[in-house]
């Protein structure tokens, strides 16, 4: 085994490699760019050294100052993770070149899988089905047009060099093929640096099921079972499940015999990814019927690997590791098992309603899910981030990947909500709420899958809210009523929690939510309930913090709901998570922002007609922002005025039940100087 690595990649899986070579007592090397000086995969390394500017083209894809930093800090092997320079045949020659230990396949793989329509003739060859297609040298357009002509309609045209989602257009009928090639191309010469395409067949509902393999250096190739990662959105993996759901152990078995065909036909080492896609003609319940073709091989270790681990009980990581030292695979095929069933889900910044448009910001919260562990059978939650932590525009959107593990499909299902919902994410937008949408929609819950399944139940996926909008507003209340409570002093009438000596008392409280205005009503009743009322909805509103560390947790009953709530307010955002789901509402506080424009001069006046009812401050006292000073009532209704900043109270100039006309000045404020 090697004393020590670099890792050739950030984030998440550099995290998770160092994690594994720390278990093995391997050392770890770290790269890192400008923008990642301070990064969680950083702080999981031994040792780091920074390679460049935030670009990856400036960092992370400088392979020589990797390879330097690898001899400099005297490692013997460069693990390439994902993405970046792992699939670079380049790269993995240079380290050869340098006597380093490129832990991935030999260059001539990595090549000779590189390109889609090259690696597909290889698989004729080999005998491995491929989607009925041109995959051949001839660019013209005119042949391309004649081949698709010759393969019916609808034809899917791909750039041989693509990835990652990028560069496939679909074309339905001939009079597109034209328009959609020249587009095809274009994308495929400024993404991937050849405008070389094949054209085949565009496969109606197909599943896509990939098989895990491994080779070593001494002749050894097996299977390590499938993946269903037919949850797509813009071709891009969004939920991966293993078991695929439907497989039968004889399908199971050819699929796994044609992926090792395809590795032996390159002399494939290390890990690697056959990607079939799959024909269902006798629709989801006929899994007899399923035909396969391949569709490429992915020559690294895969983002969804971890549900390959989940289902095996093995370390992926680990395999790599001693297959690039020169072990033998650790089990032959007949020793492989596996049990119950995983499923893997990417938290991305991105915006599900506004076509999954990548989001970045800073991570203001970030709680993970309970009973994070690496254990097979536990909820596994591996990141590359802290909160505090900023998701740049120079990386990939995904933040996270949650995986979880039961004995069957329906466990690891409710598992998987369970862990949505206790992921909570405030500063950005995320996918969360969005996965848990498409974790329950129908088709996934019974397992109906294909490439389009987020189109075909997109009613049910965008734009819903569980936790609806009497629960969204009571917990905005409780969250104002449990803040105001930890700042106000002891003197009874400067209480806002309703304690009165007689009469009965309201507020109002203005939201938006959801592009709409909303007014909710909170009135005291004199053994100290609340009553509130929302819209047409009205009823008592019971509520308890639990604890507050930098948000507030409470047990929360409204409207036939208990629920544990937990909120975070962000200035006038409060965001509200519980088990239903996750939403935002902006309390609008117009008269703290009437007080606010008036105070500047160091005034504080009344923002309409009413009555004093208390003030909870006197001269001489210092006042933090956002502190309750006076509270009046006008038309039966309380308003608090709060201190717009920072300051000491210079004078009040009314007493508790004084009648004031509006802009009358209430009291007077020193601002602190900042
Ligand atoms: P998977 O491992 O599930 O196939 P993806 O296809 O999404 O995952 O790719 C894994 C990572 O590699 C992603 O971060 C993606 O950005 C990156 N990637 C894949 N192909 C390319 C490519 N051709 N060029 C640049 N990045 C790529
Ligand atoms: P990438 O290198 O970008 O991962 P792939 O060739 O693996 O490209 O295809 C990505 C996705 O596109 C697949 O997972 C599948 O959803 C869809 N796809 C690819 N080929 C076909 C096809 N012939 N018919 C229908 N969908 C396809
Ligand atoms: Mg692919």
Not at 122 to 142: F, R
Not at 247 to 263: D, H, I, K, N, S
Not at 363 to 391: C, H, M, N, Q, T
Not at 498 to 526: C, I, K, N, V
Request: with cysteine; charged share 25%.
């Amino acid at each position: 085994m090697f004393k020590k690595i670099l890792i050739a990649n950030r984030g998440e899986i550099a995290c998770r490699v160092a994690t594994t070579a720390r278990r093995l007592g391997v050392r770890t090397v770290a790269v890192y760019s400008d923008a990642d000086a301070s990064a969680k995969h950083v702080m999981a390394c031994d040792e780091a050294v920074h390679i460049g500017g935030s670009a990856p083209r400036d960092s992370y894809l400088q392979w020589e100052r990797i390879i330097a930093a690898a001899k400099a800090t005297g490692a013997q092997a460069i693990h390439p993770g994902y993405g970046f320079l792992s699939e670079n045949e380049a790269f993995a020659d240079a380290c050869a070149k340098e006597g380093l230990v490129f832990i991935g396949p030999p260059s001539s793989a990595i090549l000779a899988m590189g390109l889609k329509a090259e690696s597909k003739r290889l698989m004729e060859k080999a005998g491995v089905p491929l989607v009925p297609g041109y995959h051949g040298a001839d660019q013209d357009p005119a042949m391309l047009k004649h081949e698709a002509d010759r393969i019916g309609y609808p034809v899917l045209i791909k750039a041989s060099a693509g990835g990652g989602g990028k560069g496939m257009r679909a074309v339905d009928k001939a009079e597109d093929f034209a328009a959609a090639l020249a587009s095809c191309q274009r994308e495929a010469r400024n993404s991937f640096g050849s405008d070389a395409v094949l054209v085949e067949k565009y496969v109606q509902r197909p599943r896509h099921i990939e098989i895990q393999v491994f080779g070593d250096t001494h002749g050894n190739c097996v299977y390590l079972f499938e993946r269903d990662c037919s949850v797509q959105r813009r071709h891009q993996k969004v939920l991966e499940e293993a078991p695929a759901p439907g497989m039968t152990p004889e399908l199971r078995q050819q699929m796994g015999l044609a992926a090792v065909a395809a590795a032996k036909a390159v002399n494939y080492v290390g890990a690697g990814t056959v990607e079939f896609i799959v024909e269902q003609p006798g629709g989801y319940d006929k899994p007899q019927d399923m035909r396969f073709f391949f569709m490429e091989m992915n020559t690294r270790l895969q983002v969804e690997h971890p549900v390959t681990e989940a289902i095996t009980g093995l370390d992926l990581v680990e395999w790599q590791l001693r297959v690039a030292s020169g072990e033998p695979l650790p089990l032959k095929q007949d020793e492989l098992r596996m049990h119950g069933h995983a499923i893997e889900a990417r938290i991305c910044a991105e915006t599900p309603d506004n076509q999954f448009l990548p989001a970045t910001g800073r991570l203001d919260v970030y709680r993970k899910p309970a009973a994070v562990s690496f254990e097979r059978g536990a909820v596994r939650f591996d990141d590359g981030v802290r909160e505090g932590d900023a998701i740049s525009p120079f990386y990939d959107s995904m933040v996270a990947k949650l995986i979880v593990h039961g004995a069957t499909r329906a466990e690891a299902l409710a598992k998987l909500d369970a862990a949505l919902a206790q992921t909570r994410i405030v500063g950005l937008s995320t996918n969360v709420q969005f996965l848990r949408h498409v974790a329950s929609s129908a088709s996934f819950a019974s397992a109906q899958l294909d490439t389009a399944l987020i189109p075909r139940e997109a009613d049910v996926l965008f734009q819903q809210d569980r936790v609806g909008r009497a629960l969204t507003v009571a917990a905005a209340v409780a969250q104002t009523l449990i803040a105001e409570r930890a700042t106000e002093g002891a003197d009874p009438f400067s209480r806002r929690d309703g304690w009165r000596p007689f009469g009965l008392t309201m507020r109002r409280f203005d939201f938006e939510y959801r592009g709409e205005s909303l007014q909710a009503q909170l009135s005291y009743l004199h053994d100290g309930a609340l009553l509130l009322n929302v819209g047409e909805v009205s009823g008592p509103l019971v509520f308890n913090a639990l604890e507050s560390d930098s948000g507030t947790r409470m047990d929360l009953s409204f409207h036939g709901q208990r629920q544990t709530v937990q909120t975070w307010q962000r200035d006038e955002l409060v965001h509200v998570f519980c088990d239903l789901g996750a939403t935002v509402i902006t309390e609008i506080d117009a008269l703290a922002h009437a007080g606010e424009a008036a105070a500047e001069g160091g005034r504080l006046t009344a923002p309409m007609p009413g009555k004093v009812v208390s003030f909870s401050v006197k001269a001489g006292d210092t006042v933090k922002k956002g502190q309750p000073l006076a509270v009046m009532e006008a038309m039966k209704m309380e308003h608090t005025i709060a201190a717009p900043a920072d300051g000491t109270v210079a004078e009040l100039l009314y007493a508790p039940g004084d009648q004031v006309a509006e802009g009358a000045e209430l009291l007077k404020i020193e601002v602190a100087c900042a």
